[in-house]
């Protein structure tokens, strides 16, 4: 199943929801809305900076994690940054195509 990173930024209302609930309350809500798509959570972090939440998760397909992805974001309370993770062994077979591509200019 296809892993995906989410880097998460709460916005002033999100960051209220989460002082009522708690981080481990926020967490099921993501885990709960990774299942209702066929997906799980791997991991997921707090952490200080800028973005709030790393997440790493399995979802079907692109479509799927798209989905997750812009439900969360509609809430207005967190915005998300979702990253398509390649396993080493996709990479082995990406480097094996032949790509024909001409570099600007030449």
Do not use: H, W
Not at 2 to 27: D, F, H, V
Not at 32 to 40: D, N, P, Q, R, Y
Not at 56 to 73: T, Y
Request: hydrophobic share 40%; glycine share 10%.
């Amino acid at each position: 199943m296809p892993k995906y990173l989410i880097e998460a930024t709460y916005t002033l209302e999100g960051t209220r929801g989460l002082l009522r609930e708690g981080g481990t309350k926020r967490r099921e809500a993501v885990k709960a809305a990774l299942k209702s798509i066929g997906g799980k959570v791997d991991s997921f972090y707090y952490a200080f900076g800028g973005t709030d939440v790393y997440a790493i998760f399995d979802a079907p397909d692109n479509v799927s994690a798209a989905a997750c992805a812009a439900a969360i974001n509609s809430t207005g309370a967190v915005q998300l940054r979702t990253t398509v993770l390649l396993e080493p062994e996709e990479i082995d077979e990406a480097v094996k195509k032949s790509v024909k591509y001409r570099a600007p200019g030449k």
